[in-house]
């Protein structure tokens, strides 16, 4: 158990929709980043997130935010759905210092279906 | 951005070594040499970071020559368990102003009985 809980496991969802999916991270983690991973793919950052505050974008889709509250907990907002957003929805922390080499904990993923 | 090369796939029998090499010729000073293990449906777990030289823990051991520019992850007797697909990472930064620390695809081991 890496200590990041992600929910739902789950989540079937027609085009067109929005979801949320909800990241906590491990306890004393700062930094939440977000990962998508389609069938075959490797991992592809969207988002970080440090102690509330964005801190980088990769390839993330302007129908897609994110943010992470006061309590370090972060949501990731998909809006807009398409087929091809159907992906497993990763969620990892870390100690979080910016710019220190870190180690991150993985959550066992969202994983999302647009039908 | 530090590139990573490493092999698509591997098999290996149970109870043998296997070793995993990545390339990455134009790693910085700052970087470090990271990699995660990630089986289906889950998501990857760190097992072994390394600077230069030599690092071993319960799990692997990580051999980086002097120049650098290549390592090796080292898996000693394999079961069927560690079939998975192995990532290299090189960097200092995940997310960051830089965000250099990018998973590719990496490499699916495949241990057969």
């Known amino acids: 158990d890496s200590g990041v809980t992600q929910t739902p496991k789950h989540l079937i969802t027609a085009t067109g929709q929005r979801v949320t999916l909800r990241c906590s991270p491990r306890?004393?983690?700062?930094?939440v980043y977000w990962y998508q991973q389609s069938l075959d793919q490797g991992l592809q950052f969207l988002i970080q997130?440090?102690?509330?505050?964005?801190?980088a974008k990769g390839n993330i889709l302007e129908r897609f935010s994110a943010q992470q509250f006061p309590d370090l907990h972060s949501e990731l907002n998909l809006s807009s759905l398409e087929l091809g957003d159907s992906a497993l929805y990763f969620c990892?922390?870390?100690?979080?210092?910016?710019?220190?080499?870190?180690?991150?904990?993985f959550g066992s993923g969202t994983q999302l279906s647009v039908l | 951005l530090a590139k990573t090369t490493q092999p698509i796939s591997m098999d290996s029998y149970e109870g043998q070594e296997v070793n995993i090499t990545c390339s990455h010729n134009?790693?910085?000073?700052?970087?470090?040499i990271t990699w995660y293990q990630q089986f289906p449906s889950q998501g990857p777990r760190f097992i072994i970071q390394?600077?230069?030289t030599k690092v071993t823990n319960e799990v692997a051991s990580l051999f980086i020559p002097a120049d650098r520019k290549s390592s090796t992850l080292s898996l000693p007797r394999v079961s069927l368990s560690d079939t998975a697909v192995y990532y290299c990472?090189?960097?200092?930064?995940?997310?960051?102003?830089?965000?250099?620390?990018?998973f590719g695809k990496g490499t699916k081991l495949s241990v057969k009985p």
């Open positions: 990892a922390s870390s100690e979080g210092s910016p710019g220190m080499n870190e180690k991150l904990f």
């Open positions: 306890s004393g983690d700062l930094s």
């Open positions: 997130y440090y102690n509330g505050e964005e801190r």
């Open positions: 134009n790693i910085a000073t700052n970087d470090y």
């Open positions: 390394g600077y230069k």
């Open positions: 990472l090189v960097g200092d930064d995940y997310g960051g102003s830089q965000g250099n620390l990018i």
